[in-house]
């Protein structure tokens, strides 16, 4: 399957239209992000230069958003982009991630046995939600990566788009967002990606794809700690979950040790990684950024375009 997830409900077509949006859904905003693809996207056009014309010819805005006001927010991004054709990532508190055995069925069988897979990690009925899933990039895995989402609250997503004539054209996870930071390195990186109010995101990602996530609680305030309260023991904290993690990668996973700890985090960035720095022998970097939110709106933008310059065609 595709880096793209939920596909079929997001109605993939051709158009003709030239203005894209990269679309970040938070739990209070809609953060957009205006590629300026007035020329197009090459066939031949590689991905990293794909990713250079995304980080230097773009805007980006937000818009107000109560979690569910979908026809009145998608009626100003409109207002302003008129017909343009949306690449969307959801926010965490829109899906879940659950890892499950993989099904031993046929393809077209898969998703119908997944929905058995997870009715017993859900609170809600089977029958109510809109699931899709990835694979691992690990060779032999028996696991896969299932996302869960509520189909009404989906579909009403997607139909208020259209009603305000703005086309959906794939919807995506921040777990998958985030693949596109390091998409040519064949070297494996430990990212924490955290955004306002939302539990830590810590992936570990190589060549694009990704090899492990997990949610991290206790973390949900980091934009806003000061410096002193980083000192005063979060760190400590922190680095005993970074080390955690790149345990399980390497004992678990059998995997080679991560080259560098990137931070995509708002806040006291740079402070938080010379503290963590000095509790690792990997490098700590702080990722220059604006915002995260709009870091991953532009990486929605990218995601796609990656899978467009991979694949021939799309699924329907």
């Known amino acids: 399957m595709e880096k793209s997830l939920l596909t079929r409900l997001a109605f993939w077509q051709n158009s003709n239209s030239k203005l894209e949006l990269g679309i970040y859904v938070c ?11 007035s020329d197009g996207i090459s066939s031949t056009e590689t991905e990293s230069h794909v990713g250079e014309r995304l980080e230097t010819e773009s805007i980006t805005h937000e818009f107000a958003f109560n979690g569910s006001n979908w026809s009145s927010v998608f009626a100003s991004i409109a207002k302003q982009f008129k017909s343009a054709q949306l690449h969307i990532t959801l926010c965490s508190s829109f899906y879940q991630l659950l890892i499950v055995d993989k099904p031993n069925v046929e393809p077209n069988e898969m998703s119908q046995a997944l929905l058995w897979s997870v009715k017993d990690m859900v609170t809600q009925a089977v029958t109510d939600l809109h699931i899709d899933y990835f694979d691992s990039p690990l060779p032999n895995s028996t696991k896969l990566s299932v996302v869960v989402t509520e189909r009404a609250r989906l579909s009403a997503m997607v139909l208020a788009a259209q ?26 990186r430990l990212i924490l990606c955290h955004t ?19 949610r991290v609680r206790g973390f949900n305030k980091l934009d ?38 990137e931070l995509l985090i708002n806040g006291q960035v740079d402070k938080l ?9 990997q490098k700590v970097n702080a990722m220059a950024i604006d915002t995260v939110e709009a870091k991953i709106a532009l990486l929605t933008c990218g995601e796609f375009y990656r899978v467009d310059t991979r694949e021939s065609g799309v699924q329907t």
């Open 163 to 188: 009603e305000h004539h703005l086309q959906v054209l794939g919807i995506s996870i921040e777990e998958m967002a985030v693949t596109g930071l390091f998409e040519q390195d064949n070297q494996a």
């Open 27 to 37: 739990p209070d905003k809609l953060v957009v992000y205006q590629a300026n693809n």
């Open 224 to 261: 806003t700690v000061s410096v002193d309260d980083l000192a005063m023991g979060m760190v400590d904290s922190l680095s005993l979950e970074l080390q955690r993690s790149m345990d399980y990668f390497e004992s678990q996973l059998r995997q080679a040790p991560v080259v560098s700890i």
């Open 196 to 214: 306002p109010g939302q539990e830590l995101l810590l992936t570990v990602v190589k060549q694009g794809q990704l090899y492990m996530q997990r």
């Open 273 to 281: 990684a010379e503290l963590v720095s000095a509790n690792f022998d």
